[in-house]
């Protein structure tokens, strides 16, 4: 897949998510049909690569420490650990609102108001739980990504969409995903809940970014939790997480870098 790709499959029912870095916007098959607006499919420009890439030495360092360290799912947290999982959440919050100022180049947060689309969220059949989370997070028209890609996600058919990094893609994948997830039935009490959703993201600040994002679409919706997964850096840490989490009893979605492995996880 090409640098600037979001991919979206059905994979046995459960979303697979691969995304690396953001360019333009093409949705072949909806424009074919005439469904969409050539502007949207036409606003195209290569932009630039953000994230930062880990070295390669590093990543083979991380990996040895992975393997060395397994990744069993026994045990039971402490209160000591549920406090560290506080902490790796607010830090994962610190990273993305950094990198989100650094691609801002220091604005606060939203998106470039040239990116927006004539299409309002309560136009689309969106759930009531999201679009509640969709107005405490600020967002009442689409940007055009979302537009183009959201009602053709929700009919159930696959989008590969590439658009300008900041036009809001990460809500364009999520949020049909969570409206796909919403609907699954919910298994209670389960000692490991399933992993429906996969996303992964090239970089961790960009997972971190995307975890974001997630819970703010996810307030109100109380089976779903988040969690990612960088492998390496946290990985007894984020073991720890998605066993003690209460909120994660229920249906799951994982962020996770393409670096870490994660071994014993299943999709
Ligand atoms: N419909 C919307 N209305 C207003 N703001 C929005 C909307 N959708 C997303 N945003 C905000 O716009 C900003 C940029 O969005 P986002 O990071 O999702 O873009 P992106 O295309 O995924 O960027 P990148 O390619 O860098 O990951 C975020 O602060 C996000 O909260």
């Known amino acids: 897949m090409a640098s600037g790709d ?3 499959r059905a994979h046995a029912g459960a979303p697979v998510l691969a995304r690396a870095f ?3 916007l093409l949705v072949p098959a909806r424009r074919r049909s005439g469904l969409i607006s050539p502007l949207a499919a036409s ?7 953000v994230g930062r890439v880990r070295s390669g030495g590093a990543d083979q360092k991380r990996r040895r420490r992975d393997a060395k360290e397994g990744f069993g799912f026994s045990g039971v947290a402490t209160r000591r650990e549920l406090i560290d999982d506080e902490k790796v959440e607010q830090d994962e919050e610190d990273e993305a609102l950094k990198l989100g100022v650094e691609k801002n180049g220091g604005e606060t947060g939203g998106v470039d108001g040239s990116y927006l689309s004539e299409t309002r969220f309560d136009q689309c059949a969106i759930s009531p739980l999201s679009m509640k989370a969709v107005k405490d997070a600020g967002y009442e028209r689409m940007t055009e990504v979302q537009e183009a890609t959201l009602p053709i996600i929700l009919q159930g058919k696959d989008v590969l969409a590439k658009a300008k990094t900041g036009t809001g893609k ?3 994948f999520l949020l049909p995903a969570i409206e796909v997830l919403s609907t699954l039935p919910h298994q209670r009490g389960q000692l490991r809940p ?8 090239p970089t961790r600040e960009l997972a971190n970014q995307v975890a974001v994002e997630a819970r703010k679409l996810l307030r109100y919706h109380r089976t779903l939790g988040v969690q990612v997964v960088i492998g390496g850096t946290r990985l007894t840490q984020e073991q720890r997480s998605m066993q003690a989490n209460p909120c994660q009893e229920g249906l799951r979605i994982i962020l996770r870098t393409h670096l870490g492995f994660l071994p014993g996880s299943r999709v």
């Open 6 to 8: 979001l991919l979206l």
């Open 22 to 24: 953001s360019c333009r």
């Open 43 to 49: 606003k195209v420009g290569i932009a630039d690569v």
């Open 170 to 172: 990460t809500v364009a």
């Open 194 to 201: 399933p992993i429906n959703l996969l996303v992964m993201c």
